[in-house]
């Protein structure tokens, strides 16, 4: 059902894929839904699994009184109609997806990233407008910057200039900070 | 160093939060929101084969903008006229600022929320937050969910609401029984709207009577106002009342805002004059009480917006509760009726 997002009164069918906003009927907003052929078809039911019928057949890895219907693309293990996860145009068992959203092998399964160079870059730019801190977050700066070089960074291909311009103010707060403890021991 | 593969592009829109960045990028076979956080980035993606509907509400936060972008800067511009040197370049920058302000949200339209329903989610998509943005990722997106899922022909449609029973009419109060929506007795709206009626009235009083006690009663009947003003806001998120009286008490928010800048500024002025009576409350009131309205264009002018914005929506908002109470109470003696 589609419902009126300010005051959740259902929207009238004639009010779909209109070219423009439409008054809704309930609270008279304006309001625009394109719906698609999701909304009226009907959710598959999900399947529990075949039970083994004679003592030769291949048995679930996971359930091993089912019958296995196909084997996991990336680990091989036999599977059961109830533990395959069809993902990515592949045939998956849950402890492979588990393994690859905790190692970040299944892109598509990632919700979350830090940003390592953007980190970095702010950990160079912002002390230094306060001069001092620079002394402990310089080479903080350069430590994030290298060690995290090769570490993915956004899920939108970015380029590694926020590593190297980090990599760059880094060192030279760190050289500027050695010239200057280097004049104060030698005056 | 390889190149990475550019699999996604970025739609129209983007909101900018006090932390974080929204905005969409359009997949292979998914839509991908991004949630940036400066140092941390959140993903939400949905599949084009799951989208049941794109769902774009017109909102009034636009116009509400431009009314106190517009109402800054005509009140700097009102500071401006009678300062003199430097004061009076500040207040005509700071009116400048505002204006620009105002035009780049003319020139971005009109402002909306969009959301997405998949059969198991309703997410608001954050970066859709103008409507010409919301139409542009509309029809971008538009033929590719149809690739993924086909077109939606007139007769599946008809056939899902034959199935749901949805062919009725919903009336204009219906929608409480059907959305389920908490009812709000109103009666906080209606003690701001005689509080603001009252307010206006002691603003008028204050006008032509410079007396301390009057300054004072008017601050308390505006502090009652904001305390009500703050209960109403609150009680009114997700209740059945008018959006228009929603939206009164909104503007209320704005004018007591206004209201407390421009005390705040005659204060500072009144101090500067005075410097003495800073850290004397008592002398810094009646130091304010004792200043005419009619001494100065601009503070006239004030006192007139005031008290006419007071009235306009103390009588819009009596007018509003008092109409949506009776509904109420109308359809509470004929239940049923349809």
Redesign the interface.
Same mark, same amino acid.
């Given at each position: 059902?589609?419902?009126? +997002?300010?005051?959740?009164? !259902?929207l009238?069918?004639d009010i %779909?894929?209109t070219p423009g906003?439409t008054s809704c !009927?309930?609270?008279?907003?304006?309001?625009?839904?394109?719906? %698609? !052929?999701?909304?009226?078809?009907e959710?598959p039911e999900g399947t529990s699994g075949e039970v083994l019928a004679i003592d030769d057949e291949a048995g679930c890895f996971f359930h091993p009184n089912k019958k296995a219907v196909i084997s996991c693309d990336a680990c091989g293990r036999f599977l059961c109609s109830l533990c395959d996860v069809e993902f990515d145009d592949r045939h998956l068992c849950v402890s492979c997806i588990e393994t690859g959203r905790n190692k970040h092998k299944i892109k $598509?399964l990632?919700?979350?990233?830090?940003?390592y160079d $953007? +980190?970095a870059l702010?950990l160079a730019v912002i002390p230094m407008l306060f001069i001092w801190p620079s002394i402990l977050t310089a080479p903080l700066a350069l430590f994030t910057a290298i060690y995290y070089w090769n570490a993915p960074t956004?899920?939108? !291909?970015r380029t590694?200039v926020r590593l190297v311009a980090a990599i760059v103010l880094a060192g030279l707060q760190i050289v500027g900070w050695s010239v200057f403890f280097y004049y104060l021991a030698t005056r | 160093m390889t190149k990475q593969e550019k699999i996604y592009k970025r739609l129209p829109g983007k909101k900018k939060g006090l932390i974080g960045i929204y905005t969409l990028w359009q997949g292979p076979d998914h839509l991908l929101a991004i949630d940036s956080k400066r140092f941390s980035e959140d993903y939400k993606r949905f599949y084009y084969n799951d989208i049941q509907a794109i769902i774009t509400r017109r909102t009034s936060r636009g116009k509400i903008y431009n009314l106190i972008l517009g109402v800054f800067c005509v009140f700097f511009v009102l500071l401006a006229l009678p300062s003199r040197g430097g004061g009076a370049v500040f207040f005509m920058v700071m009116a400048g600022l505002f204006l620009l302000a105002l035009l780049v949200n003319l020139f971005l339209g009109p402002t909306c929320v969009c959301h997405l329903q998949t059969a198991v989610r309703f997410e608001r998509l954050p970066s859709l937050n103008r409507l010409k943005n919301a139409y542009k990722a509309v029809k971008i997106l538009k033929p590719l969910i149809e690739k993924a899922q086909g077109s939606l022909t007139p007769e599946a449609l008809e056939t899902y609401f034959l199935g749901n029973s949805l062919k009725r009419s919903v009336g204009p109060r219906e929608r409480d029984a059907s959305s389920g929506r908490r009812h709000e007795h109103g009666n906080f709206h209606k003690a701001l709207a005689i509080l603001l009626l009252v307010y206006g009235v002691i603003i008028f009083i204050d006008m032509f009577i410079n007396n301390p006690g009057v300054s004072l009663i008017m601050s308390g009947v505006g502090m009652a106002a904001v305390v009500v003003m703050i209960i109403a806001l609150v009680r009114q998120q997700g209740s059945d009342i008018y959006n228009a009286l929603k939206s009164t008490t909104w503007a209320t928010l704005a004018l007591m805002i206004m209201e407390m800048v421009l005390g705040y500024v005659i204060a500072m002025t009144v101090v500067f004059k005075n410097p003495v009576i800073a850290n004397n409350q008592w002398e810094m009131i009646k130091a304010i009480s004792e200043i005419s309205p009619f001494d100065s264009s601009w503070h006239l002018g004030i006192y007139i917006f005031s008290i006419c914005a007071s009235f306009l929506l103390g009588i819009a908002g009596l007018v509003l509760v008092s109409r949506f109470q009776k509904e109420y109470a109308q359809l509470n003696v004929q239940p049923g009726t349809e």
């Open positions: 059902m589609i419902r009126c +997002t300010a005051c959740l009164g !259902p009238r069918r %779909f894929n906003l !009927p309930s609270c008279s907003v304006l309001i625009r839904a394109d719906v %698609f !052929p999701a909304l009226v078809r959710q $598509t990632e919700n979350h990233r830090i940003l $953007t +980190t702010a956004s899920i939108i !291909p590694k | -």
